[in-house]
Structures are given as structure tokens and as C-alpha cells.
């Protein structure tokens, strides 16, 4: 099972609410990552989270919060979003944070308003 | 130059032939290597990774890699129409950070 799941697959928010993306994975995966992707880009990393401590955070603005509960919870809380923030917000995990494969998540289309 | 290169395309590729895609790398600590394949408006999904220099093929697919070059290629053999997409290849750096090339666009004509 290479399962990567995402909630909600779409989201339509305005600038000044509060949302939150969640991803979950059962695969024992003890790294998970967030990344954005916008069209005709390829994704650009903003976290990574392993043994569910944040490990790195690639200057991505405060409006971004990442959030992991546990080992198999990801969570990424959304505040007072601008429009250029509209894109496609990737889940994904790995064994380890390193040289393992990266399993992604179906994605959540953000459209910020 | 960009860490990981690819040529944006689009290569179109005729039904049933050989579609070859390359990627070019400039960390030669580099250790492991990905390709994804990505539909439009979907994530990417994992195709191949490779890890040692030489080819490693799995069905249709054929990675190669040769790190003294440093470049890696994916083969696609036999190439249908499912298989139009983007393919991005991917590349862990020696400090282990994953590296994007920013993807070819495949287009096989029936």
C-alpha cells in the first residue's frame, strides 16, 4: 500500500479565513513533506517534517503552519492567504527523510479569493 | 546552469516507439534518482528510482544511469497514448535535499 491520503481535494477560501489541509499516511513512513505546485512547475518544497519533528522549512511565510500530530498526520493550517497563494498543495511521505522514495498525496487544489 | 536539467519538450513520440527522456545533474554527490510521471491537474507519481550506475528496467520503463556523466535517462518502450504526460526527473542531493527538474512533456501521437 502506497497510499498518500489529502483532504479536501478543492478548496475555495477567502483572504482573511482560516483553513487547514490534512494528509495521512499508513505506510510506517517516518518522513512527510509539504509541497506547493504551481501550473507548468515542477513542486517546490516547503516542509519537511521527520520523526514528526519539523525539520526544515524552506522560508515559507508565517500565513503557512504546518502542524504534525503524529507519525501518520500531517497538517497544514492556512491564515489570511493572498491569491498569488492559489496552486496545487501537495502531500507526500518517504521511509525516511534522505535517499528514499517520495510517495505523494492526490493534492489539494487551493483557490484563494 | 540549474542543478537538475531537463529538456521542457514537447517531444512527441510516435504510438508503439521508443521515447527517450534525459536529465542532467550538477551535484556529483548525488546518490539516488527518481522519475515521475504527472497527469495534468494530478500529483506526481512515482515511476523509477535508480541508485547505482547501469539500467534498471521494470516493464515497459528502463532507467539509466551513468554518474560519471552525471546523467540519467528514462526509456519508454513500446509507448502508448496513457503514457502522455510531464515527466519530472528528481535528484537527491549529497546533503539529501530532493531536487526538481522542471519536466518533458510527452506527447505520443496515435
Known amino acids: 500500500d502506497t497510499e498518500v491520503t489529502q483532504t479536501p481535494k478543492h478548496l475555495v477560501m477567502g483572504m482573511t479565513n482560516k483553513k487547514s489541509l490534512k494528509c495521512e499516511q499508513h505506510?510506517?513512513?517516518?518522513?512527510m513533506y509539504w509541497y506547493k505546485q504551481k501550473a507548468k512547475k515542477p513542486p517546490e518544497l516547503m516542509f519537511v517534517?521527520?520523526?514528526?519533528?519539523?525539520?526544515i522549512n524552506e522560508s515559507v511565510p508565517s500565513r503557512f503552519s504546518p502542524e504534525c500530530p503524529n507519525s501518520s498526520l500531517l497538517n497544514l493550517h492556512l491564515h489570511a492567504l493572498q491569491p498569488e497563494d492559489s496552486a496545487l498543495y501537495l502531500c507526500?511521505?518517504?521511509?525516511?527523510?534522505?535517499?528514499?522514495?517520495?510517495?505523494f498525496g492526490q493534492g489539494t487544489r487551493l483557490t484563494v479569493v | 546552469q540549474k542543478e537538475v536539467e531537463q529538456n521542457s519538450g514537447p517531444l512527441s513520440v510516435p504510438e508503439g516507439a521508443i521515447a527517450s527522456l534525459n536529465c542532467t545533474y550538477s551535484?556529483?554527490?548525488?546518490?539516488?534518482f527518481f522519475w515521475y510521471r504527472q497527469y495534468s491537474g494530478k500529483s506526481p507519481e512515482l515511476i523509477m528510482s535508480?541508485?547505482s550506475n547501469g539500467d534498471k528496467e521494470d516493464g515497459r520503463f528502463t532507467a539509466q544511469l551513468n554518474k560519471a556523466s552525471q546523467y540519467v535517462s528514462l526509456l519508454i518502450r513500446d509507448s502508448q497514448p496513457s503514457d502522455s504526460a510531464t515527466y519530472l526527473c528528481?535528484?537527491?542531493?549529497?546533503?539529501?535535499?530532493?531536487?526538481w527538474g522542471a519536466g518533458t512533456k510527452l506527447i505520443i501521437k496515435p
Open positions: 528528481a535528484v537527491n542531493r549529497s546533503n539529501y535535499q530532493l531536487i
Open positions: 505506510m510506517g513512513h517516518r518522513a
Open positions: 551535484d556529483r554527490g548525488s546518490q539516488s
Open positions: 535508480i541508485y
Open positions: 517534517y521527520s520523526y514528526e519533528k519539523l525539520s
Open positions: 507526500a511521505s518517504s521511509q525516511d527523510w534522505g535517499n528514499t522514495e517520495a510517495f
